[in-house]
């Protein structure tokens, strides 16, 4: 630096040293006096003063517009900078190298900077279109940069994208919303008979529905509306339509005459029932007397799975009326009507009649069962089958008496009468049921604590007290001994003489078989001193009777015991053949 300086004073000696001499050999050759000299000599250092002053001044200028451009740029570099969301430390300033080139380079940031702004202006700009278009159609609302915000960051170019693809699920949706609303509209139309030109709103869907069509909550509302009321038209067509198809129905039934047949749910399939009813009708009054009898018989079928008495059918006195009539027929409609409407309203606590009603039907046939021995006879498991459905029904009878009481109490408080069945309430008839059953079982309870007693010995008889005098075998039979005998000495002794017959050896599985027959036919040995009494216990009239020759004792005897007593004969007989 001071080297270049000091070669400029050098060159601007030199130059002044030269150019001075020069001037001061023509002012000599030209003969100007001295004052003249000193004067041409003070210009010429005014001269080069000014010049020299005008020349500092204007770099001087340039510096300063150097450094106020260098201010202005870091100014926008600055604002821009967070306008962007650039990071402080992604750029810095130049040391060292000068005003010119640091208003340079920041004149390069800046440059970048806004062609990096106008790009972001541009893309929000495109998307803030696809916005504004989308909220005009769909009128909602628009999104908005923050107060203050001039340039989007990428974080709100982002949440704008984020804001448009939700419009334009919201488009879609209403779209198909409308396109569904449009679909059911014109099937209701047809049903209904009505004309889409009719309605305003149905015209300018049917006319302009495309992807520019504006899908505002309003007109979804307006569809909506529309769809309801002719929903409701339509339903009211179709259930008149099932009406006259059920009236038609029942007066081809009482005629006893084929149905036409009318099929569709729409205006046109009303109109046509309309005038078959008309002509079904016409043909009713022709036929009064077959009609009003086959009323009746419908009456009687209700009566019955309604459970009505005599004295409540008599309430109906035109049913015994000959007198066929308009009126008559009319009165059997009615009451046909009514007796329909009672059937439907108790159908449900019906049915559960009849389901408790299986069910206890099933529980007294196993009560029943349950008092019969041989049913022990059984063989493949039947027994076992037979318990389990018993198990079955005392476990499903509780369950369905306890509903069906919820049933008859919620119907006699909605209805505010007693359900009855056959002129009786049914929950009287349940109780009934239970405590008739609870009687029988009582009675045998003490039938059997009867027959368990002792009973009173004869007067002036001293028979010996013998333990089957008044119980049942462990075999399955009555013994009952008419007249107390002995055996003979001789019987005894050839008894006495038996050989015990050989048994051949058992594996293990055939020797839990025989245990278990065992079980069932085990008997204990009668003692031949024993006396029973006379009729003393009760005798089986539907088994067979037998009698051994050595004693007055009638024998009721099982299959079981009647193959081990032949069993035994034949042993006896061989051994005295031996």
Known sequence: MSGDLNSLLQNLTRTIEVQVSDLWS???????????KKSRIDTLVSEVENLLTAMVGEERHFVQELEDSITDYRENIQRLSEQLKVMPGTWEEPKGSGLIRLADDLYARVQYLEIKRDKAMEQFNKIRAREQRLCEMLEAESYELPPGVFIPSP?????????VNKLLLIKDNRLQQVTALKEEIVQLLDITGKDSSDFTVIHNLTVNLDSSFIVTPI????????????KLEANNISEEIKSLRMRISNICAQLNVPQTQIEGENHISLDALKKELLRCEELRSQNLGKVIISIREMIVKLWDVCHYTEEQRGLFTPFSSTDYSDDLLELHELEHKRLTVRYENSKEVLSAIAHRSSLWQQHLEFMEKARDPRRFQNRGGQLLQEQKRQKKVERDLPRAESDLKILISKWEERFQEIFRIDGKPYLEIMEAEHEDVERRKENERQLKQQLKRKPATPPGHHAKKSKFSNCSSRYGMSVIQSTPQKTPLVNRQILNTFPKPKVPKLSNKQQQAAKIKRKSIRMKPLRRSTRLQKNLLPVNENVSVFQPHTTNIT??????????????SKTAQSSLLI
């Open 219 to 230: 007109k979804i509302g307006e569809l909506t509306t529309l769809r309801d009321r002719l």
């Open 155 to 163: 974080q709100q170019v982002a949440e704008l994208e984020a804001h």
């Open 555 to 568: 024998i009721e005897p099982t299959l079981d015991y009647m193959v081990f007593t032949a069993g035994a």
């Open 26 to 36: 023509l002012w000599s050759d030209m003969g100007l006096a001295s004052d003249i």
